[in-house]
């Protein structure tokens, strides 16, 4: 009886000693996948906020340029003899700008499809101070008044200046090198073939 008894509680102390030493070990399996995930929300948190700040810093700095932007230069919204305006465009413009596009008396029904886009902040777009235009025949039409000596004086007139622009090694701008050589910019930003007119 005794050495059954014995018998017994050696085999119970010694599944117990094990189970304790398998949930030991699960124990630690588990608090390691615990650490790792923890380690990876830490992470995760630290990215958000710093992200969040990044946003709040540069949203303070877009709000700080735009109010010094609107403070020193005025922009006015108006239409314009001679030219339409495509529907999505921003119609604000530098009065500078409008003032030129005011006293335009080149030829008519001329196309512009961009006027100020804040966010290309390394355009005079961003300003309000260049529009970009659609080089249909009206636009061509344009292009040709622009370097007449009444569109020269218009543009001295008013310190404008233009170029025509279209992506690289775009065959779109071959019609234009002879006669327009020195007003070609080839940018790899271009959206299509339009001409840029910009204040100097």
Not at 9 to 33: A, F, G, P, S
Not at 103 to 132: F, Q, W
Request: glycine residues 4%; hydrophobic residues 30%; aromatic residues 8%.
């Amino acid at each position: 009886m005794n050495m059954l008894l014995l018998a017994t509680c050696t085999y119970l102390y010694t599944e117990i000693k094990e189970t304790h030493q398998m949930t030991v070990q699960k124990t630690d399996e588990l608090l390691e996948i615990i650490d790792y995930y923890q380690c990876n929300v830490d992470s995760l948190a630290e990215l958000t906020v710093q992200k969040h700040e990044n946003r709040s810093n540069k949203k303070s700095d877009n709000v700080a340029k735009n109010r010094k932007i609107n403070k020193s230069k005025k922009s006015s919204i108006m239409s314009f003899e001679g030219f339409r305006v495509a529907s999505n465009v921003d119609r604000y413009l530098h009065s500078s700008l409008c003032k030129a596009l005011k006293s335009y008396n080149g030829p008519g029904s001329v196309l512009i499809t961009s006027m100020r886009r804040l966010y290309c902040k390394h355009s005079k777009h961003s300003t309000g101070e260049a529009i970009d235009i659609n080089m249909d025949k009206h636009g061509r039409n344009m292009l040709e008044w622009l370097i007449s000596p009444g569109g020269l004086e218009w543009l001295q007139d008013h310190k404008l200046s233009f170029y025509v622009e279209d992506k690289p090694r775009s065959r779109r701008l071959d019609e234009f090198r002879d006669r327009f050589s020195e007003y070609i910019f080839e940018n790899r930003r271009a959206t299509g073939l339009h001409i840029h007119m910009y204040k100097l």
